[in-house]
């Protein structure tokens, strides 16, 4: 309806007709086009390795959970999907006693994995996880941990953190000077 | 008061080595500026180095040849300051050991152009500490990149210190 | 009033503001490290910098460290102050470890958030890391030197604000750490402040270390009830749990800190032990069967023995809604009670510095700290009321003198006098002093009742000669000064000294000084206990009756007699006589094995209430959690429970007024709504004191203060003002008083977990002189009989206290209340020298 | 009496013979729709509940039957609960005119294949796709949510305006067949069918009629980017389904009324006279199935300025010039 105002009303609804006529020919053509559709269930599609779907806590290269319970992915979670507690391990490593993601309400946005500062929650291709029951979508730690270090696989958060654990004590981690000794009065 | 500088260097301090040329002096003690070479003949009264932009300081003068590292020398100096701050305000207790990380790594081969932006910025805002401290002792920090800039290039482009054959 | 403009905004301020302060006040928060209003300005962060465009300063200058002046034209968005102050947080980060995840000040971090504000988001240093060794600073605090920005606060506050001296800094430049010569216990006991002042995590919460996050947190305005004070906290809940507690500023009470005891003597509440359900001889039954069974046997003894059958005791702990209520249904069922007061000599205390403190003598806390001259009588501030130390020493670092009349061994942070004397003795004491101040022109100006009590203080000459020198001393030093505040205790003196205190600021006032009375209570609502406690009797008497069989009933409410009541074996005998014994507590009080009926009632956390501290002042605390069992208590520390539930577990307790309204209504229909409106219009209408009472929404922060005066009545001053005749004083006699100490002893603080790490062993204190003339020395174990029992314990053996007097803390783990009193007389062959492992 | 209980009978069998080809075609409708639509998209459309999906609408109503049957809290109930049925029931009721064929003898009896032959036939279709607004309009508002409360009163806008331009546009085949009634507009046709002396009127008609079953392009009524679902936003379960049934026979009451009045009814060579006009109604419903695969919604205003501006219009200039031929 939009064509030029000097064209005539006629040559208008002929220019209307012509382009109806072409989007009904073109849905008619389709009609024999052999159809787009990969079927699910019988043809999987790889999906690249970044894309979004169940979550996962990774370990650090040496084993260990590099989880700390910072709280961060819960605040930034938009949906309030994701809970824990967290508490120290007798090494003095930050850790969560119990972790939980509920997948009824995670919309999957990756928000989480963004925040995370030790690359411990991370975001899979996995996407077939489909329940019966509401409650069987609500992952614990057990449900989420998982044996190796995920896209990242080098880093380890307390090589960097300076905090005293089992991976180091103060001074013996990246990039860090020998702790100063406050008895000293030698420069 | 008022003895030419060169006058103090040639005649009271028995004049330059053989084979050094003069190349700069420390007229007043590490926190003074380098006096380079277009100054010496200045005469060493308060009022005239004021008008030079220097200050006089304690008259502990120290001259260096050409062959000296001024990079160097200044490293030396803001080793001492680092060493020395109080530790009472942030610029002059976290400044000097970071300009002196700076200066290592430009002395060392390591310097980057932008350290060179990054240290002029700290001199001057190492002039709003709490005690004259700092401010004396960039004093030696401002002046090698006053007049002395194109030996910093040099260290920087070479990735290693001129002065140094090794 | 000098005008500035900050940012194109003009503002006036008072005289003395700083720049920074006077941005604050126009709502720009320029950014601060080092700067806090407690502790002043030294100008060493250097991020406080702005550009002065105009006036006597100029350029780039710290606006903590200017004063406001007329004329002043300041920029803080200039573009050469923000580079600078960028550059100072480049300074500060350097050498900052990369642990906020695992930092518990990660988000209410204000190294974290300036961080953020001023856009330093790469670090350009590429050097190494310093890196300190952390010290292990007691269980209260968490050390983490790394993290260290050198603001200098917590030095400051230890060493300078509150005067204790173990922690502070060491060595220079960038070597420079903060923390103690040796690593151990902090001795103050207000380091948790260190944890609120620090402005990054170099000293974190231990008890709450790694539980949360503060935007996780719900934070609710409280307050502390572990003293008379009043301090204002706010407390973090989580998971149904308070999991912190820390200062909240207020103006007139407790400024930006509080002790240690409050801080963490929250643990009560989310206790395990804690009884959470109504209980019927034992076994677990519904809230309603518990109060039906209660108003049943409430009332048939009531028919059968008459209404005085049934006594009831309240609690200074209480809230004024719960006090109130147990008045109601007093005045209501003819009951006795409520009783509050333990003996006599209580009764008279509290009841006497509640009718004593007059509007014009009242002073708040931070009053306190406005004084030249502080007399303390009978007042032991560490142990009582931790934050007047905090006060006084305010008061101190301007210059004041503190004096103390106090047979106990006092411990302050700072220099002050001690006139260390028998509690007997203090009244002869104070009367002295008070002869000696006032001048001849005040005493010829007295009213006739008031010359009357003058004229009654005998010359006590023999007592007084060995403080001669120094009492003259303090008197001078009275007449010298122009705002005193007299600080008066309750515990250990005896029952004329808070009227002579009281005397004695009317006549300073008299004199024309500025004078102000502050007076110590035994419990944080017993100034509220004081004026609803009209004519019952006392605990001892109620016991008495009960014993003679005139009593059959006893309700005790948020009140534990076990705790308090110094003959253990007949309190335990006379409780069994009792047809009904009705408790109702939030704490796992002893006297739940021995209660017919159990109601568990609510913390303040969880009911709120009002509180009225010891100068009158009525504060609010709000309600802070639905309470509940605590979700880690009920996953044994697992994950949560999967399934929902339509009610919280564990929340059948409710607020005690709510039981108090039901056992008062005939049928069990009470409504949950509107319960506390009803109580406290009842309050107003019967006590016309507190028809000021503002409502809940409109309730100033700082609370409204109710000061009596002379508008209740209590017996009149002048029949009782006069001084007691000194017991002869017996070479063989020692004095034995019961006391308060800052940890230990306390009902609330000695259920958190983390002040009993605090605690110091039981001990009692005894003069050199009385060790040497016994043969014990420090150390040693002794066992002290009195008429109903024996104690034993280790002896600690000091100068600073009155010789005669045994000290012996009324602390949770000795069995000090099988002495029989709290103020008894033991004849020295009563204390005998015990091996280790001798049984007493 | 005798004859009486034999036409009641009669009724009845022919009342369940139509209601059960209608539901059961109403029920494939939905499969045909999704499965051409489909194809016209580039897709296969349902093809997991039996071969090439033909048991689908077996599965989408037990689906529908046992799912929760939601009422809102604040709806109101009687209205909420009522207004599916008024919808589904008009629809149904519309086709106790149409003739599905002249006449049958069995056992020497004239059956007429007709439920109903009223005189005024075209007036009682008339009347009752003017109460199925009902249903649409008080289930939006009865559901008490603003979007079917929007999808409801647009839904009664957009009625009122295009049972007008369907009410004018069959003005012509009235006069022509000179009767309401719809057998005998069908028996007026035996020559020719009235579309190709009424061109205009058959396009205004089904645009209308297009317009009168809220389907796409006029879908605004429930506008699913819009509104949500719009009328039928807060319904579930088979009430919901009623709607969709509604929406189906709808869909064939139109087509059969295009057969009647345009395409010659159940007339045809070769066929019996109730497939013919089976297929005619295929037909047309195939084609408004294609509209939806190809043409986008409206706007609102352009879906009023289409009705008044120009099918109205044009409706009375047909009227006008129908009448003048027919005069001459």
């Given at each position: 309806m ?31 086009q052999?159809?787009f ?8 599609r ?113 090589q960097?953190?300076?905090?005293v ?8 981690h ?14 | ?32 500026a ?8 200045i ?5 005239t ?23 160097a ?17 942030t ?50 920090i ?25 | ?35 806090h209003?407690a ?11 702005v550009?002065?465009?105009q ?11 200017i ?23 480049e ?18 971090c ?36 790394n ?23 060491l060595?220079i430049?960038?070597?420079v ?35 949360g ?99 009831s ?43 004593e ?18 007399l303390?009588?009978g ?42 004397v ?68 309750t515990d ?5 000294i ?5 005397y004695f ?17 035994p ?74 009926v ?24 709000s ?67 507190f028809s ?6 409109a ?6 203060r ?25 070479a ?17 603080s ?18 050199s002189n009385?060790?040497?003339q ?67 | ?9 009669l ?18 409708l ?118 079917a ?10 009625m ?103 395409l ?6 070769w ?5 013919w006009?089976?297929l ?7 084609v408004?199935i ?39």
């Amino acid at each position: 309806m939009n064509t030029d105002k000097n064209e005539s009303p006629m040559t208008q609804i002929l220019a209307d007709l012509k382009a109806l006529a072409i989007g009904f020919a073109t849905t008619f053509k389709h009609l024999f086009q052999k159809p787009f559709t990969e079927e699910y269930p019988e043809y999987k599609r790889p999906l690249p390795a970044r894309s979004r779907a169940r979550i996962i806590l990774t370990r650090d290269p040496d084993g260990g959970e590099r989880c700390v319970a910072c709280y961060l992915c819960s605040a930034v979670c938009p949906v309030s999907c994701i809970s824990m507690q967290s508490a120290e391990q007798a090494d003095g490593r930050r850790y969560a006693p119990w972790f939980r993601i509920n997948f009824g309400r995670c919309i999957y946005c990756g928000l989480c994995e963004e925040a995370c500062p030790t690359a411990a929650i991370q975001l899979t291709p996995d996407f077939e996880m489909c329940k019966q029951d509401i409650l069987a979508l609500v992952y614990e730690k057990e449900d989420l941990l998982v044996d190796h270090g995920g896209k990242d696989k080098q880093y380890n958060f307390y090589q960097y953190a300076g905090v005293v654990t089992d991976v180091g004590e103060k001074g013996t981690h990246i990039k860090e000077e020998k702790p100063v000794n406050i008895r000293s009065n030698l420069p | 008061m008022g003895v030419r500088l060169s006058e103090i260097i040639e005649v009271h301090a028995g004049g330059m080595r053989d084979g050094a040329e003069f190349k700069a002096c420390l007229p007043g003690g590490a926190s003074t500026a380098f006096l380079p070479g277009e100054f010496y003949d200045i005469e060493m009264d308060f009022e005239t180095m004021r008008k030079a932009g220097h200050r006089l300081g304690t008259g502990a003068i120290m001259v260096f040849d050409q062959k000296t590292c001024l990079v160097a020398a200044t490293l030396n100096l803001t080793e001492f300051f680092a060493r020395e701050s109080c530790g009472w305000c942030t610029p002059c207790r976290e400044g000097f050991p970071y300009m002196r990380d700076l200066l290592w790594r430009i002395e060392h081969g390591q310097g980057q152009e932008e350290f060179i932006s990054i240290l002029s910025q700290m001199c001057r805002h190492l002039w709003n500490s709490y005690c004259a401290f700092a401010p004396g002792g960039v004093a030696p920090i401002e002046s090698l990149l006053a007049y002395f800039e194109d030996e910093v290039h040099a260290h920087i482009e070479k990735k290693k210190c001129p002065f140094n054959d090794k | 009033m000098p005008k500035l403009i900050i940012d194109n905004q003009e503002i006036d301020v008072q005289p003395g503001t700083k720049v920074i302060d006077a941005a604050e006040q126009l709502g720009i928060m320029i950014p601060r490290f080092c700067y806090h209003p407690a502790l002043g300005s030294v100008g060493a962060c250097r991020v406080c910098a702005v550009k002065f465009l105009q006036g006597p300063f100029k350029g780039v200058q710290m606006s903590c460290m200017i004063d406001a002046k007329d004329g002043m034209v300041v920029s803080t968005t200039d573009e050469e102050a923000v580079d600078f102050r960028k550059y100072v947080i480049e300074w500060l980060m350097l050498h900052h470890p990369h642990d906020c995840p695992v930092c518990d000040e990660g988000g209410h971090c204000l190294l974290q958030d300036m961080t953020v504000a001023g856009g330093h988001g790469l670090r350009r240093y590429q050097g190494k890391k310093r890196t300190h060794h952390d010290q292990h600073l007691g269980p209260l605090v968490q050390h983490e030197m790394n993290r260290c920005i050198q603001c200098y606060r917590c030095s400051r506050f230890y060493q300078k604000f509150s005067g204790y001296r173990d922690l502070g800094v060491l060595q220079i430049g960038e070597r420079v750490y903060f923390g103690r010569y040796q690593a151990g216990t902090l001795e103050s006991p207000f380091s948790g402040n260190l944890i609120d002042i620090c402005p990054t995590g170099v000293y974190t919460d231990k008890p709450s270390r790694f539980i949360g996050r503060r935007w996780d947190y719900e934070r609710t305005p409280s307050l502390c009830i572990n003293c008379s004070l009043g301090c204002h906290t706010v407390v973090s809940t989580r998971y149904r749990e308070i999991v912190r507690q820390e200062a909240r500023f207020s103006e007139a009470v407790n400024g930006h800190f509080i002790c240690d005891r409050g801080r963490y003597g929250f643990f009560y509440a989310s206790q395990e032990k804690r009884p959470r359900y109504a209980q019927i001889n034992g076994n677990e039954v519904s809230w309603e069967k518990s109060i039906q069974t209660a108003r049943d046997q409430l009332n048939r003894i009531s028919q059968e023995s008459g209404p005085g059958a049934v006594a009831s005791v309240g609690s200074v702990r209480s809230s004024l809604e719960t006090q109130a209520a147990l008045s109601r249904l007093c005045q209501k069922k003819g009951w006795q009670g409520p009783v509050y007061w333990i003996d006599h000599g209580q009764e008279m205390n509290v009841k006497t510095a509640a009718a004593e403190l007059a509007d014009e003598l009242a002073v708040s806390l931070r009053d306190v700290e406005q004084a030249d001259y502080i007399l303390a009588v009978g007042a032991d501030p560490v142990n009582e009321a931790p934050m007047l130390v905090l006060a006084l020493r305010q008061a101190q670092r301007m210059g004041a003198k503190v004096c103390f009349l106090d047979p106990r061994p006092i411990g302050l942070p700072f220099s002050f006098q001690h006139i260390s004397v028998a509690p007997q003795a203090m009244d002869l004491i104070l009367a002295h002093l008070l002869k000696e101040t006032i001048d001849q022109d005040t005493i010829k100006g007295l009213e006739p009742h008031e010359k009357k009590i003058f004229d009654a203080i005998p010359n006590n000459s023999h007592l007084v000669s060995s403080n001669q020198k120094l009492l003259n001393a303090v008197a001078n030093d009275i007449r010298l000064s122009q705002r005193l505040v007299i600080v008066c205790g309750t515990d250990v003196v005896s029952e004329t000294i808070p009227e002579r205190a009281a005397y004695f600021a009317r006549l300073l006032a008299k004199m024309g000084k500025q004078v102000g009375l502050f007076y110590l209570l035994p419990g944080a609502n017993a100034f509220g206990a004081a004026l609803l406690s009209d004519d019952a009797p006392t605990f001892g008497r109620i016991l008495d009756e009960i014993e003679a069989g005139l009593v059959r009933a006893l309700v005790l409410v948020e009140n534990d007699p076990y705790g308090y009541y110094p003959d253990r074996p007949r309190l335990e005998r006379v409780l069994q006589q009792l047809d009904l014994l009705l408790v109702m507590d939030y704490l796992d009080v002893r006297t739940i094995q021995d209660a017919d009926v159990f109601l568990p009632t609510l913390t303040l956390y969880e009911a709120g209430g009002f509180f009225v501290n010891q100068e009158g002042r009525i504060q609010k605390a709000s309600i802070a959690y639905q309470g509940g069992h605590p979700i880690s208590q009920f996953s044994n520390g697992n994950h949560p429970p999967r399934s929902f539930r339509n009610q919280i577990p564990g929340k059948e307790a409710q607020p005690a007024w709510q039981a108090l309204i039901e056992l008062a209504n005939e049928n069990s229909a009470t409504p949950k709504q509107g319960v506390r409106a009803d109580i406290l219009a009842w309050l107003v209408k019967t006590h016309p004191l507190f028809s000021k009472l503002p409502p809940d929404n409109a309730f100033p922060s700082d609370g409204i203060r109710i000061n009596p005066g002379k508008d209740i009545h209590f017996r009149s001053a002048a029949d009782r003002l006069v001084v007691p005749t000194l017991a002869s004083e017996s070479a063989d006699q020692m004095e034995l008083i019961t006391v308060d100490w800052t940890f230990g002893t306390e009902e609330l603080s000695t259920r958190s977990p983390h002040l009993r790490k605090m605690e110091s062993k039981p001990c009692v204190f005894m003069h050199s002189n009385d060790a040497a003339q016994l043969d014990i020395s420090e150390g040693d174990k002794v066992a002290v009989r009195s008429d109903t029992g024996i104690v034993s314990i280790h002896v600690t053996i000091t100068d600073n206290m009155a010789p005669g007097v045994l000290i012996i803390p009324r602390h949770q783990r000795l069995d000090w209340q099988h002495l029989g009193a709290s103020k008894i007389t033991v004849s020295k062959d009563q204390i005998r020298k015990i091996r280790e492992e001798e049984p007493c | 009496m005798l004859t009486w209980i034999a036409g009641f009978i009669l009724l009845i069998v022919k009342l369940g013979i139509v209601l059960g080809c209608m539901l059961f075609l109403a029920a494939y409708l939905v499969w045909a729709e999704r499965k051409l639509l489909a194809r016209l998209q580039v897709r296969y459309g349902p093809n997991r509940a039996g071969k090439f999906g033909l048991l689908q609408p077996i599965a989408d109503s037990i689906k529908m039957i046992t799912k929760e049957d939601i009422v809102p809290e604040a709806a109101d109930r009687i209205i909420f609960l009522v207004a599916p049925a008024v919808v589904a029931t008009t629809a149904l009721l519309m086709f106790a005119v149409v003739p599905f064929g002249s006449s049958l003898k069995i056992w020497g009896r004239e059956i007429p294949l007709v439920i109903s032959d009223l005189n005024v036939g075209l007036l009682y279709v008339f009347a009752l796709s003017s109460l199925g607004v009902y249903g649409v309009a008080l289930g939006g508002w009865a559901s008490n949510s603003k979007f079917a409360l929007l999808g409801g009163i647009r839904g009664a806008a957009q009625m009122i305006s295009y049972e007008l331009s369907l009410g004018l546009s069959l003005i012509p085949i009235v006069m022509l067949a000179q009767s309401f009634s719809l057998v005998d507009i069908v028996q007026a046709q035996a020559n020719y069918p009235f579309i190709f002396v009424q061109p205009i009127s058959f396009a205004i008609f089904f645009i209308s009629a297009v317009a009168e079953s809220k389907r796409i392009p006029f879908d605004l009524p429930e506008a699913e980017n819009e509104l949500g679902a719009g009328f039928h936003m807060e319904y579930s379960g088979m009430r919901f389904g009623l709607f969709f049934i509604g929406e189906y026979v709808h869909i064939q009451v139109l087509g059969a009324l295009a057969a009647v009045f345009f395409l010659g009814g159940w007339r045809g060579p070769w066929l019996p006279p109730p497939v013919w006009l089976l297929l005619k109604i295929i037909l047309v419903a195939l084609v408004m199935i294609w509209i939806r695969g190809t043409l986008p919604r409206l706007r609102y205003d352009q879906l009023m300025e289409l009705g008044w501006k120009v099918l109205v219009p044009a409706a009375l200039i047909n009227i006008v010039i129908t009448g003048a031929f027919i005069l001459i």
